[in-house]
């Protein structure tokens, strides 16, 4: 279990910030709220948001350095939650359960995590130097140690990919919205490609 916690660190790398640097931080961050929870994440523009906040758009910049980037601080407190859910929290989706158990509890929860951030991660994922950071690295490592744990043989950073895949903000968008495949069917479908590359 340690080597496991060494692995998977909570992605909480944010420097003690200067008081007037945090509550900048803390005006940018309500206002995009704001704007998502009024008129959805197209409003959220870094014009729109450094106006909401009261601040100067070079402030914002500066703060967060893109769009992308705004989008992703955003979700980082949700990030953190659910890592720790599955890193510490209670079986199944922490430790105390098998492997397997783990892993289908894991998808459904992200799945979940997926559906309720899906604007937000989608947006940020439009970024090629944001779609790969912490928190994605965070998730591969996890989910590729549950399918070492439960016995999975071949290559795990593919059947990794092909997991974390259908976990995708637009795949899973297309699917219920298009297809008409409701999460729990899509949450069957991690757990019947999860148990196929077990061996179940």
């Known amino acids: 279990m340690t080597q496991v916690r060494a692995e998977l660190p909570v992605t909480d790398t944010t420097p003690t910030e200067r008081g007037d640097a945090a509550r ?4 940018l961050l309500d206002a995009a709220r704001r704007l998502i929870d009024e008129h959805g994440t197209d409003a959220v523009t870094m014009d729109a948001v450094a106006t909401a906040a009261g601040v100067g758009k070079g402030t914002l910049f500066r703060r967060f350095g893109s769009r992308a980037g705004l989008m992703l601080v955003l979700l980082d407190e949700d990030e953190k939650e659910l ?22 509890a894991y998808g459904r929860s992200r799945l979940q995590f997926v ?23 965070v998730q591969h490592t996890h989910v590729r140690m549950l399918l070492a744990a439960a016995h999975s043989t071949g290559n795990l950073d593919a059947q990794t ?3 974390l895949a259908l976990l995708d903000p637009d795949h899973v968008s297309h699917q219920h919205d298009v297809l008409g495949h409701s999460l729990t069917v899509q949450g069957d479908a991690w757990e019947s490609l999860a148990r196929k590359l077990c061996g179940c």
């Open 24 to 27: 900048n931080r803390a005006l």
């Open 115 to 137: 559906w309720n951030h899906r604007d937000l991660l989608s947006d940020a994922a439009r970024d090629p130097q944001q779609r790969y950071n912490a928190a994605a690295a």
């Open 83 to 104: 890592q720790q859910s599955f890193m510490f929290g209670p079986p199944p989706l922490g430790p105390g359960a098998e492997p397997l158990q783990r892993l289908l």
């Open 161 to 163: 990919t092909a997991l």
